[in-house]
């Protein structure tokens, strides 16, 4: 492991200096579950590290009338047992408890699983489909944007090289009617990477599919959000045959890699597996 | 129950709450004053040769002590062929090769200097299978070896195999192919090396051969073997891994040699995946018969092996293949063969079961295939044929106590066989031969014991019988208890030292309890015999009268005369012209050593085992569930039913991650997962929700209050048992290991069987 600085940042606003001083050479240290072993195994290194973890405007779950804000410190662990999460977003919570091991959950956060921008990040498709946006702080004040444009690709996030830190996360309450599903495959039952991930929300309206939203992790650089298979669900009764549109619409979307895990071709039967399993159950 | 104090009761291993609680002192945990730490530089190519080597820049990097290349290395090969470099000099055949190597005064500044050691190779073609290298035009690795054809093979023929499967009502045949697994010890390698007074060596090592290992240390390095001694730590798994000698611990002598200083070499978990022996891969083409009764008739095998770059014992192993393929169940007729080609890839070592999961893989397949032709079930079919005591096998095995039918119908009364079953559900059921009474594939198959009483009734156990996590110290521990009337708190089993341990050949063929066991014994009766002589005039009795039990020496006839044992002992030192209480024992079974005919008995006794699964088969993803598992297991005897119980649960883990989802992928030659993300061992939520382990107990003759060895069996079957379920739930056959989700898809696919 090559030598490197530490920064205990006592401010958003220290953090985020450093950050942009340090363009491209500095990474945030929160959980350091995907940081530190990165830099052990000489796959990144970086000179300084920006310890967050002492900020307290980045931790938390505030829950108001209509959308959930989760902060980037959030730990997997805190998710996946917070009451309000497991109430009123329980794929969150579900998804949560199924990630890594609880030693892991309790150290990785939130932000580190979406800055970590791996096309596998269990978090992005169900966080996609509920419509979440995340608060970005940079030198120049902040934003809010779709998480879906939040990952430019496998690494690289609308903050890489210094532009900001992820503050929180901010997910809309789902409306009345809404039902959400996330569907992961994993050779192992627990501590797994997805090879192939959907999560599809639909919320019908007098039977008909008012909204639909479809998302696609592991299959491209970056979490898909599938708008095709969207189009093809919008309007309809969400019969079989719609369903199996969106399907196709998903597995033309899909462009996945073939790697150590699974080849291309097993990761495009699955995502179509995974697209059926995941709508069948959001239609049924 | 059997009517014995300590033997058969369930207790914890001695070892247990020092491991759990962070007590244990581990090779890792080991810190001598001024001390180095060590590092080696490998190949950066599967093949190529090294035009030059600049270490002097490595040399630059503060804390460094010394760099060595081949050129500083003057020592022997090692490996069972003797074709293994320590240090690689004009030539890399792989990219574990070691090249180079560094001692710094930190891990940091000996990787540091690794990383600017310059070596210029020339790259030459390589070769990544067996097959392709004994083609004509590929690379030649070894001079030895022309086509890459390793002059040592295996050809055992009893019978007529040929001519009996020609006549046979029924055969079955197929190409079964097992992969790379490794053995995921939960303790990385490690090796520290420290030389004393007059040139004496202390090796510090987790091997599971010390003896062995002083005499090869001492071949390859020049230090005399009366000078080198082998100090174990506790060990963290070796699983057969460490019943070689590799080129890391050759490096830390060097190392320490070269600088003065003790040197200690640690493997990171990476360099444990790239860098440690594997199971032997094997493509193996078999074929068996049977008559209209479902009566075998006759086995054909013939198996190539990937040896990969060097020779280590993986050419070994279908020496303890061909025990299952000659001798599970009845067959008149056998024709075995097998070799090995050279490649550009990792070579193998011994692995649990050594050949055996791999033959059995297959042949276990072929039972069930010939039972389907039959037309009889297949645990009938198994009956039909299982092995009974008083039988010899083609090979000369002398069958005892045996329990293969018991095993067999618990196993499938237990799993449900025949009985209702879900869709995409199946069941399979698969035996196991193995050696149980110790295997001689040494000259030697002994273990020697001293054992001493101390004034205050404590009693040690010193041994060079190793401790690799099998739970050997603690049956050794309830042995002596048991012959002596001791509790088990007051036996230790001191097993760390060459210096104070007396000989034992290692521990491997799942020998440990059942020879050292023996071992115990004999030295116990020793201690008995001069206790009863002490004891008898202080409570004045025959000394035939006297029994050992609760701590004391007792008069049968007469219970009211007896005496505490450690008042003997006392008695016995604080007198003029005193003794002391030692016994001595020494275990070398009845067995005998194979002439290249691979003709004899070559254990004392043979353990059996049927393990049956329940499965069920997605055929949308080809993920398989492992429902239920039930193990019978010929055991003789269960010393501590709690530590067998671990060691069954332990192989249905490690049997089921080499059958499911155990993989180490390579890219010519090059490892892709080195890491426990991408090495999918199956964790708790992966373990059947129902698993079931009966002991069955033939109590035999020879073992240690008729136990037998069975620390390898559990893993014996469950590839095959395991693909026969699968066979049962979608009716395809997996030939190929491992049955990870996408290789059943894929099979399920060309079959028109994936929905």
């Known amino acids: ?284 | 129950m059997s009517g014995f104090a300590c033997v058969g009761r369930k207790v914890h291993k001695i070892d247990a709450f020092d491991k759990v609680t962070g007590r244990a002192v581990y090779g890792h945990d080991l810190r001598i004053p001024g001390m180095l730490h060590g590092r080696i530089l490998r190949s950066a190519h599967a093949h190529a040769r090294i035009a030059e080597i600049d270490a002097r820049p490595a040399l630059g990097v503060p804390g460094v002590h010394a760099v060595i290349t081949a050129a500083d290395a003057k020592t022997g090969n090692i490996g069972f062929l003797q074709d293994h470099p320590v240090l690689k000099g004009d030539r890399v055949r792989s990219f574990r090769d070691e090249v180079a190597a560094v001692a710094a005064s930190s891990e940091e500044a000996a990787e540091e200097a690794c990383s600017r050691i310059i070596v210029k190779y020339e790259p030459l073609p390589a070769v990544f299978d067996p097959f392709e290298a004994m083609a004509p035009g590929a690379p030649q690795l070894h001079d030895s070896a022309p086509a890459n054809i390793i002059k040592f093979g295996y050809d055992f023929n009893e019978g007529d195999a040929d001519k009996a499967l020609e006549s046979s009502a029924f055969t079955a045949e197929g190409t079964f192919r097992t992969h790379y697994v490794t053995h995921c010890c939960m303790e990385t390698c490690f090796a520290l090396a420290v030389f004393g007074r007059g040139g004496s060596l202390t090796f510090h090592s987790s091997t599971q051969i010390p003896y062995l290992m002083q005499n090869t240390l001492s071949r390859v390095t020049g230090v005399p073997a009366w000078k080198i001694r082998i100090r174990q730590p506790v060990i963290g798994g070796a699983f057969g891994s460490k019943l070689d000698v590799y080129p890391y611990e050759i490096i830390a002598i060097l190392l320490a040699q070269r600088t003065g200083r003790p040197v200690k070499i640690t493997y990171t978990r990476e360099e444990e995946f790239r860098c440690t022996p594997t199971r032997q891969p094997m493509v193996i083409r078999m074929s068996a018969g049977c008559d209209r009764e479902g009566k075998l008739t006759a086995r054909k095998a013939e198996a190539v092996l990937d040896n990969g770059a060097y020779t280590s014992w993986g050419i070994t192993t279908p020496h303890i293949m061909l025990t299952g393929i000659s001798s599970l169940y009845k067959v008149p007729n056998v024709s075995f063969k097998a070799f090995s080609v050279y490649t550009n890839n990792a070579y193998a070592s011994a692995f649990r079961g050594y050949g055996n999961p791999q033959g059995t893989f297959a042949n276990e397949q072929l039972i069930d295939e010939l039972a389907l032709k039959a037309g009889i079930d297949p645990v009938e079919f198994r009956l039909r044929n299982a092995n009974t005591p008083g039988s010899v096998t083609p090979q000369r095995f002398r069958i005892t106590t045996c329990g293969l039918s018991e095993c067999i119908r618990k196993a499938a009364e237990r799993i449900g066989f025949g009985g209702p079953k879900a869709a995409n559900e199946g069941v399979g059921i698969a035996c196991m031969f193995h050696v149980g009474g110790g295997g001689r594939v040494y000259k030697s198959d002994g273990c020697g014991v001293i054992a001493k009483l101390d004034d205050f009734g404590r009693l040690s156990l010193m041994t060079g019988a190793t401790e690799i996590g099998t739970g050997s110290d603690t049956a050794m521990a309830m042995i002596g208890a048991e012959c002596l009337g001791l509790p088990l708190d007051a036996v230790s089993v001191i097993n760390d030292d060459t210096d104070v341990g007396p000989w034992d050949v290692g521990i491997h063929a799942s020998r440990m309890t059942f020879i050292g066991g023996n071992a115990v014994i004999m030295a116990c009766e020793d201690i008995k015999d001069q206790l009863r002589e002490h004891a008898a005039p202080m409570i004045g009795s025959d000394p035939k009268n006297l029994e050992f039990r609760d701590s004391k020496i007792i008069d049968c006839m007469n219970p009211d005369r007896n005496i505490e044992i450690s008042r003997v002992v006392r008695a016995v030192h604080f007198r003029e012209k005193g003794r002391m209480i030692v016994g001595k024992g020494f275990y070398d079974p009845p067995n005998e050593f194979q002439g290249k005919d691979f003709r004899g008995n070559v254990s004392s006794t043979y353990a059996f085992a049927a393990h049956a699964v329940r499965v069920r088969v997605d055929p949308s993803t080809g993920k398989i569930a492992v429902l239920k598992f039930v193990a019978a297991h010929d055991v003789g005897r269960a010393i501590n039913p709690l530590g067998l119980e671990g060691q069954v649960h332990g192989a249905i883990a490690q049997g089921l991650g080499f059958a499911l989802s155990e993989q180490l992928v390579y890219d010519k030659g090059r490892l892709l997962n080195d890491n426990f993300t991408d090495y999918k061992m199956l964790l708790a939520r992966d373990m059947p929700a129902e698993i079931e382990i009966h002991f069955i107990e033939t109590d035999d003759p020879e073992g240690p209050f008729g136990a037998k060895g069975v620390s390898e069996a559990g893993i014996i079957p469950i590839p095959a048992a395991v693909a026969n379920a699968v066979a049962d739930a979608v009716g395809i056959r997996i030939r190929t290991l491992p049955m990870t989700p996408e290789n059943v898809h894929s099979a399920l696919k060309a079959a028109g069987k994936a929905t």
């Open chain 1, 1 to 284: 492991m090559e030598k490197f600085e530490y920064l205990k940042a006592q401010s958003l606003r220290e953090a985020v200096d450093a950050l942009a001083r340090n363009r491209g050479k500095a990474a945030v240290l929160a959980g350091g579950t995907d940081a530190i072993p990165a830099m052990r195994r000489g796959k990144s290194s970086w000179k300084l590290l920006v310890d967050v973890k002492g900020i307290p405007s980045l931790g938390g779950i505030k829950a108001g009338s209509r959308a959930v804000s989760i902060g980037s410190l959030t730990t997997l662990a805190e998710l996946a047992s917070n009451p309000v999460i497991i109430e009123k977003l329980p794929v969150l919570s579900a998804t949560a408890l199924n990630m890594a091991s609880p030693q892991v959950r309790n150290r990785g956060t939130v932000g580190g699983n979406l800055c970590n921008a791996a096309p596998s990040a269990d978090l992005a498709p169900p966080l996609i489909v509920l419509g979440a946006k995340v608060k970005i702080v940079a030198r120049g004040g902040e934003r809010t944007i779709p998480i879906e444009e939040f990952f430019e690709g496998p690494g690289i996030t609308a903050i890489s090289g210094g532009r900001g830190i992820l503050a929180s996360v901010i997910i809309p309450l789902p409306k009345p009617g809404t039902k959400i599903s996330f569907k992961t495959h994993t050779p192992r039952m627990a501590m797994d990477l997805s090879l192939v991930s959907v999560a599809a929300a639909v919320r019908r309206d007098k039977g008909r599919i008012a909204e639909a939203r479809v998302a696609l992790g592991a299959c491209a650089p970056v979490p898909l959000r599938c708008r095709d298979a969207e189009e093809a669900l919008a309007g309809t009764s969400g019969e079989a045959s719609d369903a199996e549109r969106a399907v196709e619409a998903l597995c033309a979307a899909a462009r996945p890699i073939g790697d150590v895990r699974a080849s291309a071709g097993y990761r495009r039967d699955m995502a179509k597996e995974m697209a059926r399993r995941a709508l069948a159950e959001v239609l049924s």
